[in-house]
């Protein structure tokens, strides 16, 4: 594990596609750039030494990625590297904190806005008032009667928990079937669980912890469960 | 055994959560405990049969594993809610004047929860069939 930023791997998540086009182009200039300055210094045309730096710089990529591509410690295609299992444990860390943090923090605020439509923007409160005489119109026909203000109490309620068993059921199916797949408890599992646990009763932590884990990502090239990993160097059981 | 298990949730949350629709919360742990029951059993037939019986022999990717799961936790909640919704109330009375009702807390049940996901570690420890690397 480094600890420089990895873009490669950075450049792999879909948010950021252009990430590792962006890396070349800056490598390839600043080879340029330090070739035209190297060129003035020696009472030579900046142009011209730009030029060329442009030029050895972009071959000097291009025969990387001939040579690289031909490694023989490249892993055959259809296996996995370790790198891929790494993306994996990233990719899962990541699933987690987004499940915890959206279905959590991103319901429950939809949830305040139903109980209290005075928080909401003009256009969320129609809706929400179309909505919940909808709702009362369809009781009134089944028998059951509900004054508006209770129907947007308890459909707030409802989506508030919806959000948070939503979160807490991703969170553990993803750890217990990641801990059975593996045959093993890791330590990213046990704060994955924990982070869930604790994000059911303050949402707010689910968000940190995806955070962390992106920073830890980005800064670091792997997650804040992989990280996690390293420093117990072993699985805590296996079996 | 879970019904009784639903309806003294129903009345713990009944109390805390007011102006809620409880029998959402209680269904949600039920589903949850289940599942937990879910994945011992599955540790256990794993620990058991040595690996021949696991997740992994399955030789699904790690991905699909996972949405599998996610699926089966969803079933649980699905059935349960559905379940709830409709015999609540024959549950609530008749489990109402039930002995058990008189002990059970509502902490007991992360107790259970906790419990019932290491025994098949505890168990296999106990056997020393667990590798314990730290």
């Known amino acids: 594990m480094s600890n420089k930023p990895n873009i490669a791997y950075v450049s792999s998540l879909a948010w950021l596609p252009l990430a590792e086009p962006w890396r ?30 442009i030029i050895s710089s972009g071959l000097n990529h291009a025969m990387h990625l001939v040579v690289e591509g031909l490694s023989p410690d490249d892993p055959p295609k259809g296996k996995a590297s370790s790198n891929d299992v790494s993306a994996d444990e990233n990719n899962l860390g990541l699933g987690i904190g987004f499940a915890n943090a959206v279905g959590t923090n991103g319901l429950k605020e939809l949830s305040e806005i139903w109980k209290n439509p005075q928080k909401a923007s003009r256009a969320q ?4 008032q179309k909505k919940a005489y909808s709702i009362q119109k369809a009781q009134k026909a089944n028998g059951v009667s509900q004054s508006v203000k209770e129907i947007k109490f308890a459909r707030g309620t409802q989506i508030g928990k919806l959000g948070r068993y939503g979160g807490t059921a991703v969170g553990a199916s993803v ?14 599992n046990v ?8 994000a059911y009763f303050v949402p707010e932590v689910g968000a940190v912890y995806l955070i962390i884990d992106m920073g830890c990502l980005i800064f670091t090239g792997d997650s804040f469960g992989e990280h996690l990993n390293s420093w117990t160097g072993k699985p805590l059981f296996k079996w | 055994m879970f019904d009784f298990l639903f309806q003294a949730l129903y009345f713990y949350f009944e109390r805390r959560e007011k102006g809620g629709d409880s029998v959402w919360t209680a269904s949600f742990y039920v589903a949850l405990l289940q599942y937990i029951m879910f994945c011992s059993l599955a ?31 969803f079933l649980f909640y699905y059935f349960n809610l559905r379940r709830y919704r409709k015999k609540k109330d024959t549950i609530i009375a008749k489990y109402k004047d039930h002995p058990a009702n008189k002990w059970f807390r509502g902490w007991m049940y992360v107790i259970i929860m906790a419990l019932l996901f290491f025994s098949p570690i505890l168990w296999a420890l106990l056997h020393g069939t667990l590798i314990v690397n730290f």
Do not use: Q
């Open chain 1, 24 to 53: 070349i182009t800056a490598t390839i200039a600043a080879g340029g750039l330090s070739g035209g300055v190297a060129s003035s210094m020696a009472d030579g045309d900046f142009l011209d030494g730009l030029c060329n730096g």
């Open chain 1, 125 to 128: 409160k129609e809706i929400i």
């Open chain 1, 175 to 188: 750890e217990t079937a990641d801990m059975l797949y593996n045959r093993e408890v890791n330590a990213s």
């Open chain 1, 191 to 198: 704060a994955g669980i924990v982070v869930t646990g604790v």
């Open chain 2, 43 to 73: 540790i256990l037939l794993d620990i058991i049969s040595d690996g021949t019986w696991s997740v992994h022999s399955i030789n699904l990717k790690r991905n699909v594993t996972i949405g599998l799961f996610l699926g089966i936790m």
